[in-house]
C-alpha cells in the first residue's frame, strides 16, 4: 500500500493527479461512455488527438517514474529537467495546439520545481556544512 509520502514523492501528486484526470478523459470513449464535446475545447482536442494525447501521458508517466529512481540528488536533478520539459511541452502546446492545456501542466509541475530546488539546496548546504567541519 502506498503512503503518502511515496504518492507525493517530491511533490508530484498534483502532476500524478493530472495525469490520471487526463488517462480517464481518454478511456471514457474506449468504456463506452461517448461526450460531445464542444469544438476547440481542450477535452474536444485530447479525445480527437489520441496520438498527442496518449504521447503525453507516456512521458508524464514515464517522468513520474524517473524522478523516483536512484539517489537524492539524481531524483532532484531528474525532476529538474523533467519540469523543463513539461514547461516546454507547454509552451509548444501554448503556442500551436491548446492554450488552455498549458497553465493545467504547468501548475501541477510547480511543487515538483519547488521541492526538488529545496531539496538540492538542503543537499548543497549539508555538503557545505560537512567540509567546513
Known amino acids: ?11 508530484s501528486a498534483a502532476l500524478l493527479a493530472a495525469t490520471v484526470l487526463l ?21 474536444y482536442r485530447l479525445v480527437n488527438n489520441p496520438f498527442i494525447s496518449w504521447s503525453l501521458i ?3 508517466c514515464a ?10 540528488l539524481i531524483q ?4 529538474l529537467i523533467f519540469v523543463g520539459m513539461i514547461q516546454g511541452l507547454a509552451i509548444a502546446s501554448a503556442l500551436f495546439w491548446d492554450a488552455f492545456l498549458s497553465p493545467m501542466l504547468v501548475f501541477a509541475a510547480l511543487p515538483i ?19 567546513n567541519e
Request: hydrophobic share 45%; net charge positive; with cysteine.
Open 1 to 11: 500500500m502506498p503512503t503518502m509520502k511515496h504518492i507525493n514523492h517530491l511533490g
Open 23 to 43: 488517462t480517464v478523459l481518454l478511456l471514457l470513449p474506449v468504456a463506452g461512455i461517448t461526450i460531445e464535446w464542444r469544438p476547440k475545447t481542450t477535452p
Open 58 to 60: 507516456v512521458v508524464l
Open 63 to 72: 517522468g513520474l517514474v524517473l524522478i523516483r529512481k536512484g539517489a537524492v
Open 76 to 79: 532532484c536533478v531528474t525532476a
Open 113 to 131: 520545481q519547488l521541492t526538488a530546488a529545496q531539496t538540492l539546496k538542503s543537499l548543497t548546504q549539508n555538503h557545505t556544512d560537512h567540509r
